[in-house]
């Protein structure tokens, strides 16, 4: 394989001679669009299927437009790359292409095969790389749902899990013992098949998808040498169990790690399980960093003569006990701050604060107080002295909503506009 994004030839990938008209590149690209579409392929070669359609996709929109097509025929692929001629946006780096392109290689390494080069670790004064590293599989990313008191006591969950493993039997070979496999025939014996994926505006390179039909070994073994335990899969199902430690002080957004729990795969470093936390929608309390909030209810008679009780029933099941003195009154939307009761920290022994919004619960209509009585203890009252002219008493609703404030505004009109303009009055004509 060329180390060179210019290997790629967007002729070949449409399959059309490179002196082709603009009527021969649209036709050849129905063609290949067609044959290559992930709806008209097996299950198993529909992830190839798709690379291989929107490299087609790719090559036909750099090879339709002249322009594009004519900064291709000059400099190749290397046009659309970083620092290249085309004077294209440089949103895409060789390097990364590069790394992609060799990345089931095991790096720049991989490349030891090449005439006259004795690999590129070999080079002198280039520091080689060394052994080639292992690719790592995949992480299996999860969401998780977890109320406030969990986050707030912490907790260890136990869960079920399925999955991949290394076949014992065959130590995740896929042959019986004394067996030897031969060449898988799809992708010649190196366990990947050779793509286009794109990479940016204008910009595919090429890419390696794991084979499917030899499981990224390169190898197959015939039937009658299969491992009887995995069928010739290399791993059988795992089932167990997991714990999961939620720390005191989590948070949304938070990711619990299980190293090395994803599905095994042979040749490669085992994958994680991770879990996405989420926290559940509390009844009482709402939460904002490491701080709580909860409603304080109230009556009309303790908001005037003070309360000693318990308010709140905290995440952890303690009581919250206030004691409100006499004469120091609660005033609607009141909001009252406790210190230190709000959610631990994750680091530490610090815990954020907890806030009280104070709601005055009124007598429901219908109350007959003893009036004299009441203003007998209460301070004398001293309306504010308006000044103007008395009017009769008006009507009033009792229950109006504030979101109606302002509402008629729009479809308010004159009446004497609509009077206006009806019917034919007498009209004035210039003489």
């Known amino acids: 394989m060329n180390g060179s994004s210019e290997s790629i030839d967007l002729y070949e990938v449409l399959g059309i001679a490179r002196g082709a008209s603009k009527t021969e590149i649209k036709k050849a690209y129905h063609k290949a669009a067609l044959s290559s579409h992930p709806d008209k392929v097996p ?18 929109e750099i090879l339709y437009d002249e322009d594009t097509r004519a900064r291709y025929d000059q400099f190749g692929m290397a046009a659309f790359e970083k620092g290249g001629s085309s004077g294209m946006d440089a949103g895409v780096d060789l390097d990364d292409i590069l ?39 995949r992480d299996v990313v999860q969401q998780y749902e977890v109320s406030l008191e969990d986050l707030y006591k912490g907790k260890t969950v136990k869960l079920s899990s399925t999955r991949n493993k290394l076949c014992g ?8 013992a004394g067996t030897k496999p031969k060449k898988c025939a799809t992708c010649d014996g190196r366990g ?26 390169g190898k197959v073994f015939r039937e009658k040498d299969r ?20 720390p005191r002080g989590s948070k949304e957004g938070d990711k619990i790690v299980l190293e090395g729990e994803a599905d095994e795969q042979p040749g490669y470093d085992t994958g994680d399980i991770v879990f996405v936390l989420e926290e559940k929608e509390h009844e009482v309390f709402s939460r904002a960093g490491a701080d709580l909030m909860a409603p304080l209810k109230v009556d009309l008679v303790e908001t005037l003569t003070g309360f000693s009780r318990v308010v709140l029933k905290h995440l952890d099941g303690r009581g919250i006990q206030l004691t409100h003195p006499v004469g120091e009154i609660l005033k609607p939307g009141q909001t009252i701050k406790i210190p230190g009761e709000g959610m631990p920290h994750k680091k530490g022994e610090g815990k ?18 003893d009036v004299e009585a009441i203003r007998k203890v209460l301070p004398v009252a001293k309306p504010e002295v308006i000044t103007g002219e008395p009017i ?20 308010w009109e004159d009446e004497d506009d609509e ?3 009806e019917g034919d009055g007498p009209q004035c004509a210039q003489q």
């Open 43 to 60: 299950q198993d070669q529909r992830e190839e299927a798709e690379v291989t359609f929107k490299a087609v996709s790719q090559a036909y």
């Open 99 to 137: 790394a992609q392109m060799f990345g089931g290689m095991g790096g720049m390494g991989g490349m030891g095969g090449m005439p006259g080069m004795g690999g590129m670790g070999g080079m002198p004064g280039m520091g080689g790389r060394g052994p080639q590293r292992r690719q790592r599989g």
């Open 169 to 176: 039997a065959c130590e995740g070979v896929g042959g019986k």
């Open 192 to 217: 990947w098949n050779q793509t286009l994926r794109q990479v940016g505006p204008g910009l595919v390179t090429q890419e390696n998808v794991n084979c499917g039909n030899c499981k990224a070994t």
């Open 227 to 246: 491992c009887k335990k995995c069928k010739g899969d290399c791993v059988t199902e795992e089932k167990k169990v997991l714990e999961v430690y939620i």
């Open 352 to 369: 954020g604060d907890l806030y009280l919004a104070v709601q005055i619960e009124f007598p429901e209509n219908g109350w007959s107080p």
């Open 392 to 411: 009769d008493e008006l009507d009033y609703i009792r229950e109006a909503s504030i979101e109606d404030f302002g509402g008629e505004d729009a479809s």
């Open 419 to 421: 009077d206006d303009d």
